[in-house]
């Protein structure tokens, strides 16, 4: 059974700052693109963040978190990670990991994650 499972959301004021975890079960994790994701309320969702499954591990950002966030993979714990600074209220959303590889992709039920003074 594949699982994802995000934690590290929470409740942050604006400049504040977040580490995101997504620990990932029943799947060749080393194999897999990862990706962060994000819904706020009444949007859609949206990439925020990649990493390639290769060994170089190249990463691709949203304009709108370009040198806040940083995404990154543990093969060895199955585990990709966003730490997240300089946080504005407008990155507030429930943010989703996704594992692909091919044509499989599982998705994984979210972290909240809200940015309010």
């Known amino acids: 059974q594949v699982q994802l499972v995000e934690s590290g959301g929470g409740l942050v004021q604006p400049g504040g700052s977040l580490r995101l975890s997504c620990a990932a079960s029943?799947?060749?994790?080393?194999?897999?693109?990862m990706a962060w994701y994000r819904q706020a309320p009444g949007k859609h969702r949206e990439l925020v963040a990649a990493i390639t499954s290769n060994v170089i591990g190249s990463t691709n950002y949203d304009d709108s978190v370009k040198g806040r966030f940083t995404i990154s993979r543990d093969n060895a714990k199955n585990t990709v990670y966003l730490p997240m600074n300089s946080l504005k209220p407008e990155d507030a959303a429930v943010y989703y990991c996704?594992?692909?590889?091919?044509?499989?992709?599982?998705w994984g039920k979210g972290t909240q994650v809200t940015v309010s003074s």
């Open positions: 029943g799947i060749a994790f080393s194999r897999y693109f």
């Open positions: 996704k594992a692909s590889s091919r044509q499989l992709y599982y």
